[in-house]
């Protein structure tokens, strides 16, 4: 339909009838300014107006929207208006219903993203152990978005215990959670409202959790426990049990660079593959985590920590140096887009990396 065309056989008509602009809104109940953006072609008059022009002016409705009485030559054309009117409709109706589906899509596909997001590796759980081979400590840590439990198995044959405490370290600040007589209770958190300790401390907590006994005598000593994750909530889908064994299927997964599984070990509870080598100065241990496709190399030197993290995926390096439990440096930059995106980038650091580390993958 040409709208410019419809516009100007309106005023044709309005005319014909010795009709103003004013008298015709008037008639069908509306504003003069309505009947001039009609016949200024700038849009179509609703299909109810339509109907009232076609009885006013004695014309069809064909014949309005076609834009010129029927004649001759125009016969087919004003008939087949119609026609026209429908096809166009039915394209509208498409359009929204494409639009639509389109809109349902992306925001089940949102809810999905935002559901895995929140989680996926949502719930771990680790052993606790000692690392002194006279005192058998053991428990079990459960950590999820919303809490964390703590409990602790029969301390062994530990006689004379006048008190038992239950901290962490953070920045050298120590952190009670437990302090009791002679055993360690269940200990439960709920982060967020009322919180002992906030979710952000757990990355302190997980690998600086320490068990202090004072005996009877009055002597006292500080054991720094072990935490090995033992499960974590990884898998989207059940497994199903058969004949080929887990590191048979870890092994023969193709994503995994093949100069890991040649040079790493696997470690199957930690999902990695993993080796400790030496330099001069200083000691390294080198992870790939295959489930998030992430590379970690961690420089320890005697009074610092240099540790670099690459993902395969976003093609990003997160590098951080510790001294003790204090956070000294850390940026994160892009490979692929050749950018910093988070705090100040050393090109001589990432210039090393990539050169004594991931030339390997080559």
């Known amino acids: 339909m040409n709208q410019e065309k419809i516009g100007k056989f309106i005023a044709q008509l309005r005319k014909e009838k010795k009709m103003t602009q004013e008298e015709l809104a008037q008639h069908l109940y509306t504003d003069r300014t309505i009947v001039s953006k009609w016949e200024r072609g700038l849009y179509i008059p609703k299909h109810d107006i339509i109907l009232k022009l076609s009885q006013l002016f004695d014309v069809s409705v064909n014949e309005i929207y076609y834009g010129e ?58 052993k606790i152990t000692e690392n002194e081979n006279d005192i058998d400590i053991n428990g079990l840590l459960i950590v999820s978005n919303e809490e964390m439990y703590i409990q602790f198995g029969d301390l062994g044959d530990i006689d004379n215990i006048e008190k038992i405490s239950l901290y962490y370290k953070k920045n050298k600040d120590k952190k009670n959670i437990i302090e009791d007589n002679n055993k360690l209770n269940l200990y439960i958190n709920s982060f967020g409202y009322d919180e002992d300790i906030p979710y952000s401390d757990f990355k302190y907590l997980k690998n600086n959790l320490y068990v202090e006994i004072s005996d009877k005598k009055g002597a006292t000593r500080e054991i720094k426990l072990e935490l090995t994750k033992s499960f974590t909530n990884n898998n989207i889908f059940s497994k199903k049990n058969n004949n080929i064994s887990e590191k048979d299927i870890i092994e023969s997964n193709e994503s995994i660079p093949e100069f890991f599984k040649i040079n790493f070990k696997l470690d199957e509870d930690e999902e990695c593959y993993y080796r400790n080598t030496k330099e001069k100065n200083f000691k390294i241990r080198e992870m790939y985590y295959y489930e998030a496709e992430l590379y970690v190399v961690e420089e320890i030197y005697d009074d610092y920590i240099l540790r670099y993290e690459y993902s395969f995926v976003f093609e990003d390096i997160h590098f951080y140096k510790m001294v003790g439990d204090n956070e000294e440096q850390s940026f994160n930059y892009t490979i692929s887009k050749n950018s910093c995106y988070s705090g100040t980038c050393d090109e001589e650091k990432i210039e090393y990396f990539i050169e004594n580390y991931l030339s390997k993958f080559d």
């Open 69 to 126: 009485r029927q004649n001759d030559e125009n016969k087919l054309q004003v008939s087949e208006v119609t026609i026209d009117i429908i096809k166009n409709n039915n394209k509208k109706i498409r359009k929204i219903i494409f639009i639509s589906c389109l809109f349902i899509t992306l925001m089940s596909i949102t809810f999905l993203a935002y559901y895995f997001i929140n989680n996926y590796k949502s719930i771990s759980v680790y």
